[in-house]
Antibody, heavy 118, light 109 residues
Framework: QLQLQESGPGLVKPSETLSLTCTVSGGSISSSSYYWGWIRQPPGKGLEWIGSIYYSGSTYYNPSLKSRVTISVDTSKNQFSLKLSSVTAADTAVYYC??????????WGQGTLVTVSS | NFMLTQPHSVSESPGKTVTISCTRSSGSIASNYVQWYQQRPGSAPTTVIYEDNQRPSGVPDRFSGSIDSSSNSASLTISGLKTEDEADYYCQSYDSSSVFGGGTKLTVL
């Protein structure tokens, strides 16, 4: 059974870089059928798509976040990662990793709360 | 980019049928698939409809999806409502990137 698990610091200081990793088990990140990506949800608010990546490294990003976002993949570890630079309090959210069909999530991790605060 | 607009909330009684709409602001609703996600309180979203009207395995056939080009909208219909259906529902579609609707809180009372 496919499982996705987010990991990384739960607290990040303003202006620093948020870094999260998603570890995939029960399936290969090198599958030709899927992309892998990130979505976030500020407390009490709706979902915002961040971006997705193919195992070859091809990426799609949300235009509103593109200048601050990098998504990368490590096929040897069956992991993919998110970096979001120059964070502010507005970046406080639950961050979900998810398997994607292109840019559409279809199977989600449980999510991890990241708070931006000094 | 375009927007997807959903009603903020809907409510209905157990056993009844409810429909949640999702209207695309620009571009044709039929040009890209629509997905629907259910999010229960404190949990991650799960897919209940993909590719406009397809149900993942394990999703009951009480859930159905459709699109209407005349209103440029998609709809999620849940029949035979159960209290366990109470959740937030999000539509999603895309062009060059992915867009979520604002979400609809379904109350089953």
């Amino acid at each position: 059974q496919l499982q996705l698990q987010e990991s990384g610091p739960g607290l990040v200081k303003p202006s620093e870089t948020l870094s999260l990793t998603c570890t995939v088990s029960g399936g290969s990140i090198s599958s030709s059928s899927y992309y892998w990506g990130w979505i976030r949800q500020p407390p009490g608010k709706g979902l915002e798509w961040i971006g997705s990546i193919y195992y070859s490294g091809s990426t799609y990003y949300n235009p509103s976040l593109k200048s601050r976002v990098t998504i990368s993949v490590d096929t040897s570890k069956n992991q993919f990662s998110l970096k979001l630079s120059s964070v502010t309090a507005a970046d406080t959210a639950v961050y979900y990793c998810a398997r994607h069909l292109g840019v559409s999530p279809d199977y989600w991790g449980q999510g991890t709360l990241v708070t931006v605060s000094s | 980019n375009f927007m997807l607009t959903q009603p903020h909330s809907v409510s209905e009684s157990p056993g009844k049928t409810v429909t949640i709409s999702c209207t695309r602001s620009s571009g044709s609703i039929a040009s890209n698939y629509v997905q629907w996600y259910q999010q229960r309180p404190g949990s991650a979203p799960t897919t209940v409809i993909y590719e406009d009207n397809q149900r993942p395995s394990g999703v009951p056939d009480r859930f159905s999806g459709s699109i209407d080009s005349s209103s440029n909208s998609a709809s999620l219909t849940i029949s035979g409502l159960k209290t366990e259906d109470e959740a937030d529902y999000y539509c999603q579609s895309y062009d060059s990137s992915s867009v979520f609707g604002g979400g609809t809180k379904l109350t089953v009372l």
